[in-house]
C-alpha cells in the first residue's frame, strides 16, 4: 500500500513514531502550506490509516472522479474512513490558482462521500468564507477573499480541528 516516493517515506515516519514513542495511530495529524498544503492533501488521502485530520492550505488537487480512483489504487481494499479534513485558498493565489479549490473540494467531498451544506462568511474573519458539507465534522473548505499564496496558518481553528 501506498503512494511511493516522497509520500511513502513520511508514511514510515509516522509508522516510526507510533512504535517506538508508542503513540496513539488515531491522533496522528498533518497541515502544509503550498506544496506541504499538497502533500496534506497526498498523505490523508493514500495512508488513511495513519492520519485523523488534515488542514491543508493552497494545495492543489485532481477532478473528484480521477482522485477518487487514483486514491483507491494506492490502497487496495481499504474500507476505512477518511481523515477529517480542511482546505484553505486564497482568490489572488497567482501561483496554484484559486480553481484549485474546487478541486480540493470535488476530492475531499467525493472520498467522505458528502455533499455541501451551508456558507457561512466573515468566518473566521472578514473576507472569508467557511464552506459547509455534511454536518462539518469530515470536510469544510475555507475561501480567502483577496489573500495570496498562501492563506496564513489559522493555528487555532487547526488545533480545533485536530479535537486538541
Same mark, same amino acid.
Given at each position: 500500500y501506498g503512494g511511493g516516493e516522497d509520500s511513502h517515506g513520511l508514511a514510515n515516519m509516522i509508522q516510526y513514531m507510533i512504535t517506538t514513542y508508542k503513540a496513539d495511530p488515531k491522533k496522528g495529524f498533518v497541515t502544509g502550506s503550498s506544496s506541504g498544503g499538497m502533500m496534506t492533501n497526498v498523505i490523508s488521502a493514500v495512508y488513511p490509516d495513519a492520519i485523523a485530520a488534515?488542514?491543508?492550505y493552497s494545495g492543489v488537487a485532481? @477532478?473528484?472522479?480521477s482522485w477518487v480512483a487514483q486514491v483507491k489504487t494506492f490502497y487496495p481494499g481499504y474500507n476505512g474512513t477518511y481523515p477529517r479534513m480542511q482546505v484553505w485558498h486564497g482568490t489572488a493565489d497567482a501561483l496554484v490558482v484559486y480553481p484549485n479549490l474546487g478541486e480540493e473540494i470535488k476530492k475531499w467531498s467525493g472520498l467522505d462521500d458528502v455533499t455541501w451544506t451551508k456558507n457561512l @462568511?466573515? @468566518?473566521?474573519q472578514g473576507g472569508y468564507m467557511l464552506m459547509v458539507y455534511g454536518d462539518g465534522t469530515k470536510f469544510t473548505a475555507y475561501s480567502a477573499v483577496g489573500v495570496g499564496h498562501t492563506v496564513p496558518v489559522h493555528q487555532d481553528l487547526d488545533l480545533k480541528w485536530f479535537a486538541l
Amino acid at each position: 500500500y501506498g503512494g511511493g516516493e516522497d509520500s511513502h517515506g513520511l508514511a514510515n515516519m509516522i509508522q516510526y513514531m507510533i512504535t517506538t514513542y508508542k503513540a496513539d495511530p488515531k491522533k496522528g495529524f498533518v497541515t502544509g502550506s503550498s506544496s506541504g498544503g499538497m502533500m496534506t492533501n497526498v498523505i490523508s488521502a493514500v495512508y488513511p490509516d495513519a492520519i485523523a485530520a488534515g488542514p491543508a492550505y493552497s494545495g492543489v488537487a485532481k @477532478t473528484r472522479e480521477s482522485w477518487v480512483a487514483q486514491v483507491k489504487t494506492f490502497y487496495p481494499g481499504y474500507n476505512g474512513t477518511y481523515p477529517r479534513m480542511q482546505v484553505w485558498h486564497g482568490t489572488a493565489d497567482a501561483l496554484v490558482v484559486y480553481p484549485n479549490l474546487g478541486e480540493e473540494i470535488k476530492k475531499w467531498s467525493g472520498l467522505d462521500d458528502v455533499t455541501w451544506t451551508k456558507n457561512l @462568511t466573515i @468566518t473566521p474573519q472578514g473576507g472569508y468564507m467557511l464552506m459547509v458539507y455534511g454536518d462539518g465534522t469530515k470536510f469544510t473548505a475555507y475561501s480567502a477573499v483577496g489573500v495570496g499564496h498562501t492563506v496564513p496558518v489559522h493555528q487555532d481553528l487547526d488545533l480545533k480541528w485536530f479535537a486538541l
